[in-house]
């Protein structure tokens, strides 16, 4: 294979942070050589799980999801749509070719919204342990009220990865919108906190999004005893577990944006962006 060598002394990025301090990789465009990687992959033959709810009125969004995945999404990889839904005559079938496939995953719904997306880990979680760990490599979660503009390949895996969440990637600690009350399991001190992470994308090895969701589920279940339910629900847990237990990869701005932000000159590639969505029609 022909590709230009790693210059030691000239990084390809000198204006984003490309590395944490725990030294894991944050996936910025120019910073890696994806035939490298699908070279790699290859060789190993991974398949991945790419898991999405459409509940109540958001089956609307899973056609836009899924075409614009078969474009752009784990290209040349074996892929799995994972879609969890409580109308599965409104999914639409979607012809897919070889190597890719649709399951859909009959679950309840929930009257709130909130509750709605909460729920996710704890269904995420059942399904990892009865059902993922024996069809897939690796799980991607995400939104479902999205759309791929760009390629997203294997350079998102890792054990377990975790995405900057577009609204507050420059800024700091303060703020930083974690659940700042100690009565609540999401609660993070006002000196503590690496990253402000998104709640619609994350992923890793089967097993470690077992444990993410399962440490997630069960510390909304305990708020739930104490009626207290954290500021941006799974969104805060997430952010939470993410503090003691440091993602091995983190998922730049490029995959996870909203063009209601404009642009940014950091930003060389919108590979995932959100799909405008009236809230109050849509959530009730
Ligand atoms: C891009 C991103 O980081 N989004 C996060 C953000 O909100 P969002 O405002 O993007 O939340 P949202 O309305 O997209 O809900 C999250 C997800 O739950 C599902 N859903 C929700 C309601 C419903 O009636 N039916 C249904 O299927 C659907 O997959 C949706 O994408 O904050 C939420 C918690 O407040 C979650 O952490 C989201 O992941
Ligand atoms: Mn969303």
Not at 85 to 101: M, N, S
Request: proline share 5%.
């Amino acid at each position: 294979m022909l590709y230009v060598k790693p210059d030691t002394l000239h990084p390809p990025r000198v204006d984003v942070l490309a590395m944490t301090p725990w030294l894991a990789p944050i996936v910025w465009s120019g910073t890696y050589n994806i035939d490298i990687l699908n070279a790699q992959y290859h060789q190993i033959g991974i398949r991945v799980g790419l898991t999405v709810f459409a509940i109540k009125k958001y089956t609307v969004f899973v056609k836009t999801f899924i075409e614009t995945a078969e474009k752009f999404f784990m290209v040349g990889h074996k892929v799995n749509y994972y879609v969890f839904t409580d109308r599965p005559d409104d999914i639409p079938k979607i012809a897919l070719p070889e190597g890719r496939q649709m399951v859909i995953l009959n679950v309840p719904s929930y009257q709130r919204w909130q509750e709605v997306s909460m729920r996710r880990m704890e269904m995420i979680r059942d399904f990892s342990q009865q059902r993922f760990i024996n069809e897939v490599d690796y799980l991607v979660c995400v939104d479902v009220d999205m759309q791929f503009t760009d390629d997203v390949g294997v350079e998102i895996l890792s054990e377990v990865f975790g995405t900057l969440h577009p609204g507050f990637y420059g800024a700091s600690r303060q703020h930083f919108t974690y659940e700042r009350r100690p009565q609540s399991q999401a609660y993070i001190p006002q000196d503590e906190g690496d990253f402000y992470y998104a709640g619609g994308y994350f992923g890793g090895t089967v097993q470690e999004v077992y444990k993410l969701t399962d440490f997630c589920h069960k510390a909304m279940m305990t708020d739930k005893q104490n009626n207290i339910e954290a500021v941006w629900h799974d969104e805060s847990y997430l952010n939470k577990y993410f503090l003691y237990h440091k993602p091995t990869k983190v998922l730049s701005i490029e995959y996870l944006w909203d063009n209601g932000f404009g642009s940014r000159d950091v930003l060389k590639r919108r590979r995932f962006v959100a799909v405008p969505k009236n809230h109050n029609a849509i959530r009730n």
